[in-house]
């Protein structure tokens, strides 16, 4: 804005368009699938250049029949159900790929952000995920958990998961995979870095940390 000098940028979201599509539209082969051949599909209807995950927990997972899902889903959904199963997020990046990031308790984080480098800060009470149920309607629950104080992660009504007779296993991978995690919800107003992507894990210096 010239007179006031002030920048303003709207973001839209690049997957909106899954919304507008069900699981009756891939073209599901007669053949076993992973998470991995079902995000693809759901990349082809989305008129995607590709996609591609780096690595993780639960995409090698065979289903002979496909995931049980009826048809009415939305790609949204199912995607949403991918990432789930599969302990990661999932964005689009460079060059219209859609993409799976593995979430990573480990490691060192790629930025620290201190007091010099952002303007405000609202940050809310640390939650460690310690164990993760697969709930049901009929109560017949699956569940594994960490000798530690923490949060629970509910798994419902996801189509990867329903109707496994390896859901013991599938539970306890999952557990392995993203058990102790912490997530802390926050605001902050700070001065950016382009070369930052979804689900990169950064330092975040606080009063208290």
Same mark, same amino acid.
């Given at each position: 804005?010239?007179?006031?000098?002030?920048?303003?940028?709207?973001?839209?979201?690049?997957?909106?368009?899954?919304?507008? #599509?069900?699981?009756?539209?891939?073209?599901? *082969?007669?053949?076993?699938?992973?998470?991995?051949?079902?995000?693809?599909?759901? /990349?082809?209807?989305?008129?995607?250049?590709?996609?591609? #995950?780096?690595?993780?927990?639960? =995409?090698?997972?065979?289903?002979?029949?496909? *995931?049980?899902?009826?048809?009415?889903?939305?790609?949204?959904?199912?995607?949403?159900?991918?990432?789930?199963?599969?302990?990661?997020?999932?964005?689009?990046?460079?060059?219209?790929?859609?993409?799976?990031?593995?979430?990573?308790?480990?490691?060192?984080?790629?930025?620290?952000?201190?007091?010099?480098?952002?303007?405000?800060?609202?940050?809310?009470?640390? /939650?460690?995920?310690?164990?993760?149920? #697969?709930?049901?309607?009929?109560?017949?629950?699956?569940?594994?958990?960490?000798?530690?104080?923490?949060?629970?992660?509910?798994?419902?009504? +996801?189509?990867? =998961?329903?109707? /496994?007779?390896?859901?013991?296993?599938?539970?306890?991978?999952?557990?392995?995979?993203?058990?102790?995690?912490?997530?802390?919800?926050?605001?902050?107003? =700070? /001065?950016? +870095?382009?070369?930052?992507?979804?689900?990169?894990?950064?330092?975040?210096?606080?009063?208290?940390?």
């Amino acid at each position: 804005d010239e007179n006031t000098n002030e920048l303003s940028i709207t973001a839209y979201d690049a997957l909106y368009k899954a919304a507008q #599509h069900t699981y009756s539209e891939l073209s599901i *082969p007669a053949a076993a699938m992973t998470p991995y051949d079902v995000a693809i599909l759901c /990349r082809q209807v989305l008129g995607l250049s590709g996609c591609t #995950h780096n690595g993780g927990n639960g =995409w090698d997972t065979s289903y002979e029949s496909g *995931p049980n899902y009826e048809g009415t889903e939305t790609l949204r959904e199912v995607l949403d159900d991918i990432a789930e199963a599969t302990q990661s997020i999932y964005y689009i990046a460079k060059n219209d790929v859609l993409y799976f990031k593995k979430l990573n308790k480990d490691g060192a984080a790629l930025l620290s952000i201190d007091k010099s480098k952002y303007i405000s800060l609202d940050s809310k009470t640390n /939650r460690r995920l310690a164990k993760i149920v #697969h709930a049901t309607e009929l109560g017949d629950n699956v569940s594994a958990s960490l000798a530690v104080t923490g949060t629970t992660q509910y798994v419902r009504d +996801n189509a990867f =998961w329903n109707l /496994r007779d390896d859901i013991d296993t599938l539970v306890e991978n999952a557990l392995a995979a993203i058990g102790g995690l912490t997530i802390n919800q926050f605001n902050c107003e =700070w /001065r950016g +870095n382009y070369l930052l992507e979804p689900g990169d894990k950064i330092n975040l210096v606080t009063k208290d940390y």
